[in-house]
């Protein structure tokens, strides 16, 4: 995509929505490094029923502590691997309290040292709490930096490299949030939803896909029973 598409592919998407949110809950860059790290092959969703009790009763690493594995797995068994990231919530926790006075660190190096925090989360957790503009490559932004030609690659770590040198910088502090958004809602994985797509015409993908028929209504007469 060329530069001048770029522009204008990310503006579109600014100006329908230019405060985009993230759909994880949390109160804290701490609950927000849990939440994000909870979400690993699991939806929001279902991270945001099981966190609504498990940061009611622990929203600090030292809480975190005193709750237990045991508590954490089983306030979070609705979510995929809970027993892998009870583990990591504790260890990270205790990582936490142990180098860094309780306190999330406001750096990727860092955060990628804590138990169950990858590239990708520490992105997220930098990009929405501490304000810094990375771009934290998920499935949907993968799919979308390909499928549109916005910032091709083969591997997560290239697409980043590729978003990170092309996305202007009046737009990346949202980017990722647009991105997400536009891939979990628009550019479906399955069925892209190109009809209603803002971007449509910027886009390499082809071909695109039609608007659904809407069923239309049978006359009266053809519902009549037939004459003998």
């Not at 993230?22 to 701490?30: I, K, Q, T």
């Not at 809480?63 to 237990?68: F, S």
């Not at 860092?110 to 997220?124: M, P, Q, S």
Request: aromatic letters at 8%; glycine letters at 4%; a positive charge.
């Amino acid at each position: 995509m060329k530069k001048e598409a770029v522009f204008e592919f990310y503006r579109r998407l600014a100006e329908l929505n230019p405060e985009p949110q993230g759909e994880l809950d949390w109160v804290n860059p701490y609950t927000l490094l849990v939440a994000v790290a909870l979400s690993a092959q699991a939806t929001d969703v279902s991270v945001n029923i099981a966190t609504r009790k498990l940061f009611a009763v622990a929203d600090t690493p030292v809480k975190m502590l005193a709750l237990g594995e045991d508590k954490v797995r089983e306030l979070i068994k609705t979510i995929g691997l809970f027993n892998t990231k009870a583990k990591n919530v504790i260890l990270m926790a205790r990582q936490l309290v142990d180098e860094f006075d309780g306190e999330v660190p406001a750096d990727r190096e860092a955060l990628e040292r804590l138990a169950g925090v990858g590239r990708k989360t520490a992105n997220v957790v930098l990009n929405i709490a501490f304000g810094q503009p990375f771009i934290a490559v998920d499935t949907h932004i993968f799919r979308v930096s390909n499928r549109t030609g916005l910032a091709p690659g083969k591997t997560p770590l290239a697409v980043e490299e590729k978003l990170e040198k092309v996305t202007p910088a009046l737009f990346k502090l949202h980017a990722h949030h647009w991105l997400i958004l536009h891939g979990r809602y628009i550019c479906k994985a399955r069925k892209p939803e190109c009809w209603r797509c803002p971007v449509s015409d910027l886009c390499r993908f082809k071909p695109k896909t039609q608007a659904p028929k809407t069923s239309v209504p049978l006359p009266l007469e053809a519902l009549a029973e037939p004459s003998q």
